[in-house]
C-alpha cells in the first residue's frame, strides 16, 4: 500500500481505489443492453400494458405480460433509452409515481392469475420533480414496498445497469435479486454522496468505493444472491451476456416454483427484514 503525507498527515492511498468508479461508468455506457433489449432476447409474445388507472401512463416503466420459455409471465422494468429523443420519452429511466403505480397494478394481476414476477432495474433513483412529489412519490414506492414483501407469486429481480435509490427498491423486493458484474445498487448515487459529505461531485470516485455499490461487494454481504459474468461489459458481448442470465433466471424460477406460496412470500419478507442488520450473510468472511 503506498502512503503520500500531506500537511503532515499520513494518508493511505487504496491501490484501486477507482475499481467502483469504473463499474460506475461501465453500467452507465450509453450502448449497454437496455430493458427493452433484454425483453427481445429472454422473453416471447410481450404484450405491454399502460397506466396506472389513477393519473396516466409513465413511458420510464414499461411492463405486460410475456411468456418465459414457453410460460406465462408479468415482466416489467425500467428502460432509459438512447436518442435524445428517447431519453425525453422515458425521462430517462426516472420514474413518476404513476410508473410504479402501474408497476404495483402489474404485481397484483400477476397474483391474481398465478403469474411469476420478472423486474429488470435500471434507474438513476426516482423522478425528483415538484409534481412527482406532490402526486405522492414517496407513497408510491412505500406501497410497493408492501405489497411485492406480500406477493405470492415468485419474484425475481436482476439489475442491468443502474440501481438507483427507492426508485430501484420500489421494484427489487424480490425471492432472488441478481446483479450483472457491471452494474449497481445504491441508495444514493456517487455524486449525490460526494456533494454531502465533501460539498463537490469531484470526489464521486472515492464516495463509490466507500459505498459498496458494485456487486461484488453486494454479494459478499448477502444482498444478491447471483451475480453474471459480464467481461468488460454487456455492451461488448450482449448475447453471451444474456444467454447467462437466462439459465440464472431459468434456475431461479424453477427453484422458487417449488415452494409453497406461504413459504416464499415469508423467507422474501425476512430477507428483506436482514438489510442492514448483523444477520446479513457476510460470504467473504465465511469462505
Known sequence: MHRVRRNRK???VEPNV???????QIARHPERPQFLDYIGEL???????HGDRVYGDDGAMIGGLARFDGQPVM???QHKGRSTRERLQHNFGMCNPEGYRKSLRLFEMAEH??????????????YPGVGAEERGQAEAIA?????LSRLKVPVIATVIGEGGSGGALAIGVADRVIMLSHSIYSVISPEGCATILWKTN???AQASEAMAITADRLYDMGVVEHV???????????LVVMERLHRVLRDSLDELSLMESEARCQARYQRLMRFGSSQLQNRSSSN
Do not use: C
Open 202 to 204: 469531484e470526489k464521486a
Open 228 to 238: 453474471i459474468d459480464e467481461g468488460e461489459g454487456a455492451h461488448l458481448q450482449p
Open 43 to 49: 422473453f416471447s409474445e410481450f404484450d405491454p400494458l
Open 143 to 147: 406501497r410497493n414496498l408492501a405489497v
Open 10 to 12: 499520513l494518508i493511505k
Open 113 to 126: 392469475y398465478g403469474l411469476p414476477v420478472f423486474t429488470f432495474i435500471d434507474t438513476m433513483g426516482a
Open 75 to 77: 415482466v416489467l422494468g
Open 18 to 24: 477507482y475499481a467502483a468508479w469504473k463499474t460506475v
